[in-house]
T-cell receptor, first 113, second 115 residues
Framework: DVKVTQSSRYLVKRTGEKVFLECVQD?????MFWYRQDPGLGLRLIYF???????EKGDIPEGYSVSREKKERFSLILESASTNQTSMYLC????????????FGSGTRLTVV | DQQVKQNSPSLSVQEGRISILNCDYT??????FLWYKKYPAEGPTFLIS?????DKNEDGRFTVFLNKSAKHLSLHIVPSQPGDSAVYFC??????????????FGKGTKLTVNP
């Protein structure tokens, strides 16, 4: 059963903390993505990566960074967490050059207090 | 500028009836369209897709229709069941650099199927 695994389902962090959200996929997919989902705003792309050590900004990259040191792992970093980063974070992966869409992880519900 | 629009934030239907979810897009370069279903506290799961060379794709109770001239697609669920209650996201794909794709999502429609 192929998977995208996000390390935490729920996280509570304090304002100003550095936060790491981890995502691992076992499908040997080249592409990986980080989204956040907020009510009324849908899925918004934060960052994505088409290859190891490669990253591209999505639509809302401010306040975030990413790391992809290995093909299977894509980390989202909140450099200094703020309350407006309270959200559901979703990781996804896909096969390069395919139209099979994305496989999503179960999400991490992050609350910044 | 929203390239994929789902203008109905919510939809409520009776069990056994048809659910129709709509989606409009603006970018004529999109060549593949997908629907995802999302339950609370879970990640979206792929439901059904359609290529731009087709106008209809059917999978069991789910059918997606594509009208390229109108830049419109719709998802029909017949008959609707209470377990179909979820948020449905429309997504459009375009191949970009290196042969990879990027999906653009609509804001979602929350479907409630009442018993």
């Amino acid at each position: 059963d192929v998977k995208v695994t996000q390390s935490s389902r729920y996280l509570v962090k304090r304002t100003g903390e550095k936060v790491f959200l981890e995502c691992v996929q076992d499908m040997d997919h080249e592409n990986m993505f980080w989204y956040r989902q907020d009510p009324g705003l849908g899925l918004r792309l934060i960052y994505f990566s088409y290859d190891v050590k490669m990253k591209e900004k999505g639509d809302i990259p401010e306040g975030y960074s990413v790391s992809r040191e290995k093909k299977e792992r894509f980390s989202l970093i909140l450099e200094s967490a703020s309350t407006n980063q309270t959200s559901m974070y979703l990781c996804a992966s896909s096969l390069a050059g395919s139209n099979y869409g994305y496989t999503f992880g179960s999400g991490t519900r992050l609350t910044v207090v | 500028d929203q390239q994929v629009k789902q203008n109905s934030p919510s939809l409520s239907v009776q069990e056994g009836r048809i659910s129709i979810l709509n989606c409009d897009y603006t970018n004529s370069m999109f060549d593949y369209f997908l629907w995802y279903k999302k339950y609370p506290a879970e990640g979206p799961t792929f439901l059904i897709s359609i290529s731009s060379i087709k106008d209809k794709n059917e999978d069991g109770r789910f059918t997606v229709f594509l009208n390229k001239s109108a830049k419109h697609l719709s998802l029909h669920i017949v008959p609707s069941q209470p377990g179909d209650s979820a948020v449905y996201f429309c997504a459009a794909s375009a191949l970009i650099q290196g042969g990879s794709e990027k999906l653009v999502f609509g804001k979602g429609t929350k479907l409630t199927v009442n018993p």
